[in-house]
């Protein structure tokens, strides 16, 4: 279960992104069609949240790093902090900005500003393949 997850967790991260900058180009354009779109991508970013929550607190990476290794440990080193502590701090506040961003789209406004200040902590924060082994991801799930 915990490899379905994963990969569930991986895909959803290039949904988050497809409709992330749909979502940013409408805002930025004042296109039509942002409600709707900025609805899936609260969807999508939701539930990658819950997966990525329930992977932190049961996995081996995440919380269970600094219960085992204590805080001080995990800080000093890049590979335990970015699993332990960046990863999910980006990622929380990136939702609480697409979220933030929904709601005013929902009332016709274009939140850029929100959209793109997610967009880049969202790249600067997913486990890329070409960054330092032990934190890298393919670039699709199952590859």
Wanted: aromatic fraction near 12%; glycine fraction near 10%.
């Amino acid at each position: 279960m915990e490899s379905g997850l994963l990969h569930l967790h991986n895909f959803l991260r290039w949904v988050v992104l497809f409709f992330l900058i749909i979502s940013l180009l409408q805002a930025m354009g004042k296109k039509p069609g942002l409600k709707k779109t900025s609805l899936w991508l609260l969807i999508a970013s939701h539930i990658t949240l819950l997966i990525g929550l329930y992977q932190y607190f049961t996995s081996a990476v995440g919380f269970k790093l600094i219960q085992s290794n204590g805080f001080g440990v995990v800080m000093k080193d890049s590979i335990m902090r970015f699993w332990a502590v960046e990863h999910i701090t980006g990622m929380l506040i990136a939702i609480i900005l697409i979220t933030i961003a929904r709601g005013k789209a929902k009332r016709g406004g274009y939140p850029v500003a929100l959209y793109l200040l997610a967009l880049i902590i969202i790249l600067a924060v997913v486990p890329w393949p070409f960054r330092e082994l032990g934190i890298q991801r393919p670039w699709f799930p199952g590859m």
